[in-house]
């Protein structure tokens, strides 16, 4: 078809010759990026817990100082240039060190029984209040 138009048109250039010049789309690990839409979906929800207060995942992630860095925050293709695509659909977004930031050398796609191994310290506030109350009466 594109041949019959250069015909029509009266050019002599080949129909290769205008295909390569119209502008290429960029492609990431060989797919172009409308392709990666759970992956967009991720990175979405990453920066809504972080920076959505109406959110109720927040209370998790923003309240608690958590941010994305501003190479993420600025192109999803940043993010998954940095990340790659995700591994297969058991896989979703892993913060290493749990109170750091969603950043490159901090994160990394992992299945939920390793997330759920990588989980910040839960504090027993009953428990702090009792080695309080020992502490003071020399118990502890």
């Known amino acids: 078809m594109l041949h019959s138009v250069c015909y029509a048109l009266g050019t002599m250039s080949s129909a290769q010759d205008i295909l390569n010049q119209l502008p290429r789309r960029k492609l990431y ?3 172009p990026l409308r392709v990666y839409s759970n992956e ?3 990175w ?3 920066l809504q817990r972080c920076y959505n207060p109406a959110l109720f995942a927040y209370r998790w992630y923003g309240a608690k100082g958590v941010t994305v860095c501003e190479r993420w925050r600025r ?3 940043n993010f ?3 990340m790659g695509p995700r591994p297969s ?3 979703s977004i892993d913060r290493i060190d749990p109170t ?5 050398g901090n994160c990394r796609w992992a299945t939920r029984i390793v997330q759920a191994n990588n989980k910040r310290p839960r504090v027993n506030p009953l428990l702090v ?3 309080a109350v020992l502490k003071k009466l020399g118990k502890s």
């Open 29 to 31: 690990f060989g797919m």
């Open 40 to 42: 967009r979906s991720i």
């Open 44 to 46: 979405t929800g990453m």
């Open 75 to 77: 192109s999803f293709a």
């Open 80 to 82: 998954l240039i940095d």
């Open 89 to 91: 659909r058991e896989h």
């Open 100 to 104: 750091g930031n969603y950043e490159p």
């Open 129 to 131: 209040e009792l080695d």
